[in-house]
């Protein structure tokens, strides 16, 4: 028994060694995307302002068109059409650059932002893996373990966008530096000792559940960001659209982005995909409720936020296919959808005292 004690005691020291290994990673990784952006903005950029600027009002942009000599000859290439992604009756703006702004340096150092995110999300899983070996349970009873997975997800699910070749690489920096503080806030004010489960928690539905929300949580958070990012680059567009001239910083981070019709259908289309899972989630937490205390439903602080997110959400994806509802009205119900979810996962383990306290705090 001491001999099973001291392993698990070695597994959770191993576990804290980890997840502040990965921290020091994911240190590498933010500057590695602040590079990312600042060479990212000494070459292409200009060229990209001025397509920008030419697409938005509606005028062609100065540039001559290539010419190529053939032999004796020259041929006046067509400039090629640019794709857009916008939807009808709207601006139509290309994408941007992405934040390596087509230089090569720029590209080099995204490439290392995304192995030091590789590498620290390995670190982070493990940290997490031997946090559970060392409890013996899944490493979801407490605010500590929840946090630490929550962002090992979050991490995981853009790494699983950046395989499946979709343009998200300008998350990188955003999505590192929410890490680093989410990492900061469970080492210091949320870590917990390992510890048992109490009673209510010792069920099969806690790998369900729990996991589920973690990844609805993950996956909504993505979506946040693309909706903030949203809100600044259509502000940006309505400017240059205006005839207004934005700042120099603003140029440089904004045309690099894609268009906000694109940051806009990544966002819904991130939500919409994981809606259904939040719905399982509280559909599967009713049913654990039923087996724990005897009622599927008890209107318990966490249940009563879990249901006003799904709401919020239900209404963020109604309202999208409203036609008044669109752009960046939607974009605001969204934002409140995640804010519940924020409150959920912070405010009523902390602050709200009920059956879901298990902040360990």
């Known amino acids: 028994m001491n001999l099973a004690a001291a392993t698990n005691e070695n597994l ?18 933010f500057f590695a995307h602040i590079a990312e952006w600042v060479l990212g903005s000494r070459s292409k950029v200009g060229r990209t302002a001025a397509a920008l600027a030419g697409s938005a009002s509606g005028t062609p942009a100065a540039a001559a068109p290539p010419v190529v000599v053939q032999g004796c000859s020259t041929t006046v290439l067509e400039r090629p059409k640019v794709v857009t992604r916008a939807a009808t009756g709207t601006r139509d703006v290309p994408d941007g650059p992405g934040a390596a702004g087509g230089t090569f340096k720029g590209d080099m150092w995204g490439r290392i932002a995304v192995s030091m995110t590789v590498i620290a999300f390995v670190v982070e899983a493990g940290g997490v893996l031997t946090r559970a070996l060392s409890v013996q349970r899944a490493p979801w009873a407490n605010m500590y373990e929840f946090s630490i997975t ?24 955003p999505l590192v530096t929410t890490v680093l503080l989410d990492l900061g806030l469970a080492t210091t004010v949320l870590y917990t000792d390992s510890d048992q489960l109490v009673p209510a928690l010792h069920s099969y539905w ?9 990844l609805c949580g993950a996956v ?10 949203y809100l600044f680059r259509d502000s940006y567009e309505n400017k240059i659209a205006s005839g207004g001239t934005p700042g120099k910083f603003a140029t440089s981070v904004m045309e690099r982005l894609p268009s906000a019709s694109s940051l806009d259908k990544f966002a819904y289309r991130i939500n919409a995909a ?6 399982f989630t509280i559909i599967a937490g009713a049913i654990w409720a039923g087996d724990a205390w005897g009622r599927y439903w008890g209107w318990d602080p966490k249940e009563v936020w879990s249901f006003i997110t799904w ?15 669109k752009g960046r009205k939607a974009a605001y119900l969204a934002l409140i959808a995640f804010a519940c979810w924020l409150f959920n996962y912070y405010g009523v383990n902390i602050f709200v005292s009920g059956l879901h306290s298990y902040a360990g705090v």
């Open 150 to 173: 929550f962002s090992t997800v979050a991490v995981g699910s853009y790494l699983v966008l950046l395989a499946l070749k979709k343009n998200v690489r300008w998350i990188g920096l």
């Open 12 to 29: 959770a020291e191993i576990s804290n060694v980890l997840i502040y290994s990965s921290m020091a990673v994911y240190t590498l990784a």
């Open 274 to 279: 994981v809606f259904p899972l939040w719905t």
């Open 220 to 229: 909504f958070y993505l979506g946040a960001v693309g909706t903030i990012l």
């Open 311 to 325: 709401v919020a959400y239900a209404a963020y994806l109604h309202a999208r296919a409203t036609a008044g509802w």
């Open 206 to 214: 806690l790998w369900i559940h729990v996991s589920t929300a973690i």
